[in-house]
């Protein structure tokens, strides 16, 4: 049904319009629905504009029946997962289709597709959201300072801060994490970890002195069976963190024989021109119907979930623990948790399922201008009623607008974007709203709001988050972007509930050029030369200087000691 008053689409059995709130219950304010004879259903989630009188269907006036009363339970599992499994395979099924190169029809949808990924993503790449992407080396830092709380536990930390920073180049096979905790102008501790090609190494200079601990993973099965005397079954169990991501990469790449394959078997139709509601605003476009064979589908989970299971680690990690003295026992024990965990065979079996009750993933999509309007796709599920539709533009800035809807049966989530997404008067804004509603009545929502002025040497970045009122963050500061780098400086980001404030804190975040960060440590003491009790040294070395690390922090800061009685 839909609102006689804004146009607005609600649940059945709405008894007040949850954007306008006209009353639906009136004798004189019959329920209206889309005749459905020419195409099906494209959802239109905003009021039509007053200049634009065609509409794609005609109204239809029905009478309402039924309980009309506010369910006051409902459970959001099945329309989680429900949605979950659809919105995937949906979104699976475009991104290969629309990464293909094919004959026409299909190639102008696949251009559509293209040019709206790159609309969409000039503003994020202003505004530097997007500094790290497709960079094969970059670091990435990131501070936050608490400065006030009202909570009386909080209240003692006051003044503590934690910084973390992330230094990532993959052609030089190294990556560097720091870490360090502080309170007011004192550090308190350092902790990096560092990981060049196959070694990995950590280090504390409050726990290890001047030598961190490392350890070669391309030969960590034998350094433990060496270490522990358990023997030479497991001298060529070990692995590299970046010939495992090279591999995962690899395997997503669409010139995959998985990914061709799929490509051959998507049919694409051209059904003719119609007019359609986007975002609020009728528009002509062009009208495609793509298909993709869930035997298809079902081909390339398959294919995926065989090349996903030669990237399995499962029976390394297992070698690895027998390697270092875990017996039988130990490993029966955990195995069945560390399968569970690590392994991706549960994932594509739910695909699977998933796809077997699909079925044909059939969808409309709607192109203008060579830009994709929406993408359509319901389904009637045994019952379940299942419908999935993501909308682009309409407006006369396209990349202004973005909506995306899910309905199962009586429930839906609905996400609304809308603002100044391109910066196009020098000024960046954003309102995004994610309503969840049961019955047609709105159960849940989550509302933002930014706004960017890249000129202004001053506080140019504010943005608000409010959840069903209860709940809300605050936060403003200076945002200084472009597409090689971002340098976020919020001096305060406030927490709210129920209007009062609970804490606020300076988050500072940056994104730039690869800089790799010195641990100080003067070397590396390697698990490959240790003996067992070479380990058991090293443990009571740690456990001494933690008790002296302790001490003089204690010492140095006695304010403190509230704060590490709080923590632990």
Avoid at 45 to 52: G, L, Y
Avoid at 212 to 228: K, P
Avoid at 389 to 412: H, I, K, P, T
Wanted: hydrophobic share 35%; with cysteine.
């Amino acid at each position: 049904m839909f609102c006689k008053k804004c146009g607005k689409k609600l649940m059945d059995g709405a008894r007040f319009c949850d954007f306008c709130g006209a009353d639906m219950t009136s004798a004189n304010a019959p329920a209206q629905t889309w005749k459905t004879s020419e195409h099906r259903t494209v959802y239109n989630n905003s009021p039509q504009q007053p200049d634009q009188k065609q509409t794609v269907r005609q109204w239809e006036n029905v009478s309402t029946g039924g309980n009309t009363q506010k369910k006051k339970e409902f459970n959001w599992k099945p329309l989680a997962i429900g949605g979950g499994a659809a919105a995937l395979v949906l979104c699976v099924g475009l991104g290969i289709f629309f990464s293909g190169v094919l004959d026409s029809p299909e190639i102008k949808v696949a251009k559509a597709m293209q040019k709206t990924v790159s609309a969409y993503g000039a503003g994020a790449e202003q505004m530097g959201l997007l500094a790290a992407q497709n960079r094969d080396a970059f670091s990435v830092d990131l501070a936050v300072e608490l400065k006030e709380a009202d909570d009386y536990d909080l209240e003692l930390l006051e003044g503590v801060g934690y910084q973390i920073g992330v230094d990532y180049d993959a052609k030089g096979r190294q990556i560097t994490v720091a870490q360090q905790l502080s309170y007011g102008s004192a550090d308190l501790i350092h902790l990096y970890w560092d990981m060049d090609d196959s070694v990995v190494s950590i280090y504390s200079p409050e726990l290890l002195g001047d030598n961190a601990l490392g350890v070669d993973t391309a030969t960590l099965g034998r350094d433990l069976a060496a270490m522990t005397g358990s023997g030479s079954a497991y001298d060529q169990v070990g692995f590299n963190f970046f010939d495992y991501s090279e591999q995962y990469q690899q395997l997503f790449q669409m010139d995959t024989e998985g990914a061709k394959t799929l490509l051959e078997s998507i049919e694409v139709e051209k059904r003719g021109k119609d007019r359609i509601e986007v975002n609020g605003y009728g528009v002509e476009c062009d009208e495609y119907r793509v298909v993709i064979p869930e035997s298809a589908l079902r081909k390339y989970f398959s294919w995926m979930a065989h090349g996903m299971g030669s990237l399995d680690l499962t029976d390394t990690v297992l070698d690895l623990m027998r390697a270092a003295g875990a017996t039988e026992d130990d490993i029966m024990y955990i195995e069945s948790d560390v399968r569970e965990s690590m392994s991706y065979t549960e994932l594509f079996n739910q695909l699977t399922e998933a796809v077997k009750v699909i079925g044909d993933v059939e969808m409309d999509v709607y192109l203008k201008d060579g830009y994709l309007l929406c993408a359509h796709w319901e389904k009637d599920l045994n019952g379940d009623e299942m419908e999935l539709g993501v909308y682009f533009g309409g407006g006369e800035n396209y990349a202004d607008d973005f909506s995306l809807m899910f309905q199962r049966n009586n429930g839906m989530l609905l996400l609304e974007s809308t603002g100044n997404h391109t910066g196009a008067s020098g000024r960046y804004t954003d309102n995004t709203t994610i309503g969840i509603y049961n019955y047609g009545d709105l159960a849940g929502e989550i509302t933002s709001h930014m706004e960017y002025q890249p000129k202004e040497k001053y506080d140019n970045f504010y943005w608000t988050l409010d959840v069903d009122d209860d709940f809300s963050v605050e936060a403003r500061g200076q945002l200084n972007g472009g597409s090689k780098s971002m340098d976020l400086q919020l001096e305060d980001v406030e927490f709210y509930q129920y209007g009062s404030q609970l804490a606020n804190l300076q988050i500072n975040c940056s994104i730039g050029d690869y800089q790799k960060t010195s641990t100080g440590a003067t070397g590396a003491r390697m698990l490959s030369d240790m003996s067992m009790d070479d380990v058991e040294r090293i443990q009571w070395e740690i456990e001494e200087n933690a008790e002296n690390w302790a001490y003089d922090v204690i010492m140095q800061t006695p304010a403190i000691e509230d704060v590490l009685w709080a923590l632990f």
